[in-house]
């Protein structure tokens, strides 16, 4: 299993970025989609899950109404959607695969695939 995360970047506060996550070495119908981040010095937090097969979401409070989760079956890949972004949001994001249901989702540990990380930076 691979995941490999893009589309990070620079981003004055206030705006917007997609981050993609694309997904290969297997089928992933029964697997759930997460975002974590990690900014430094902190530990890395959950952001946001997606069940690959139905599309149900969650959000952790603080991205709730700012960030969307969303996959496309076809390409394999699921994205993060970040609106009105801010400072704090300033962070490495991961994206991260678990078998659905198995472990607590919001914890780091019940998941088995990382992607690599990629920069978030939201400049005031």
């Known amino acids: 299993v691979q995941l490999q995360a893009s589309g990070g970047g620079l981003v004055q506060a206030g705006g917007s970025l997609r981050l993609s996550c694309a997904a290969s070495?297997?089928?992933?119908?029964?697997?759930?989609m997460a975002w974590f981040r990690q900014a430094p010095g902190k530990e890395r937090e959950f952001a946001g899950i997606?069940?690959?097969?139905?599309?149900?979401?969650y959000y952790a409070d603080f991205v709730k109404g700012r960030f969307t989760i969303s996959r496309d079956n076809s390409k394999n890949t699921v994205y993060l959607q970040m609106n009105s972004l801010k400072p704090e949001d300033t962070a490495v994001y991961y994206c991260?695969?678990?078998?659905?249901?198995?472990?607590?989702?919001?914890?780091?540990?019940?998941?088995?695939?990382w992607g690599q990380g990629t920069q978030v930076t939201v400049s005031s």
């Open positions: 997606i069940n690959w097969s139905s599309g149900n979401t």
């Open positions: 991260a695969a678990r078998v659905a249901g198995i472990g607590v989702f919001m914890q780091p540990g019940s998941y088995l695939h």
């Open positions: 070495g297997r089928t992933f119908s029964t697997y759930d």
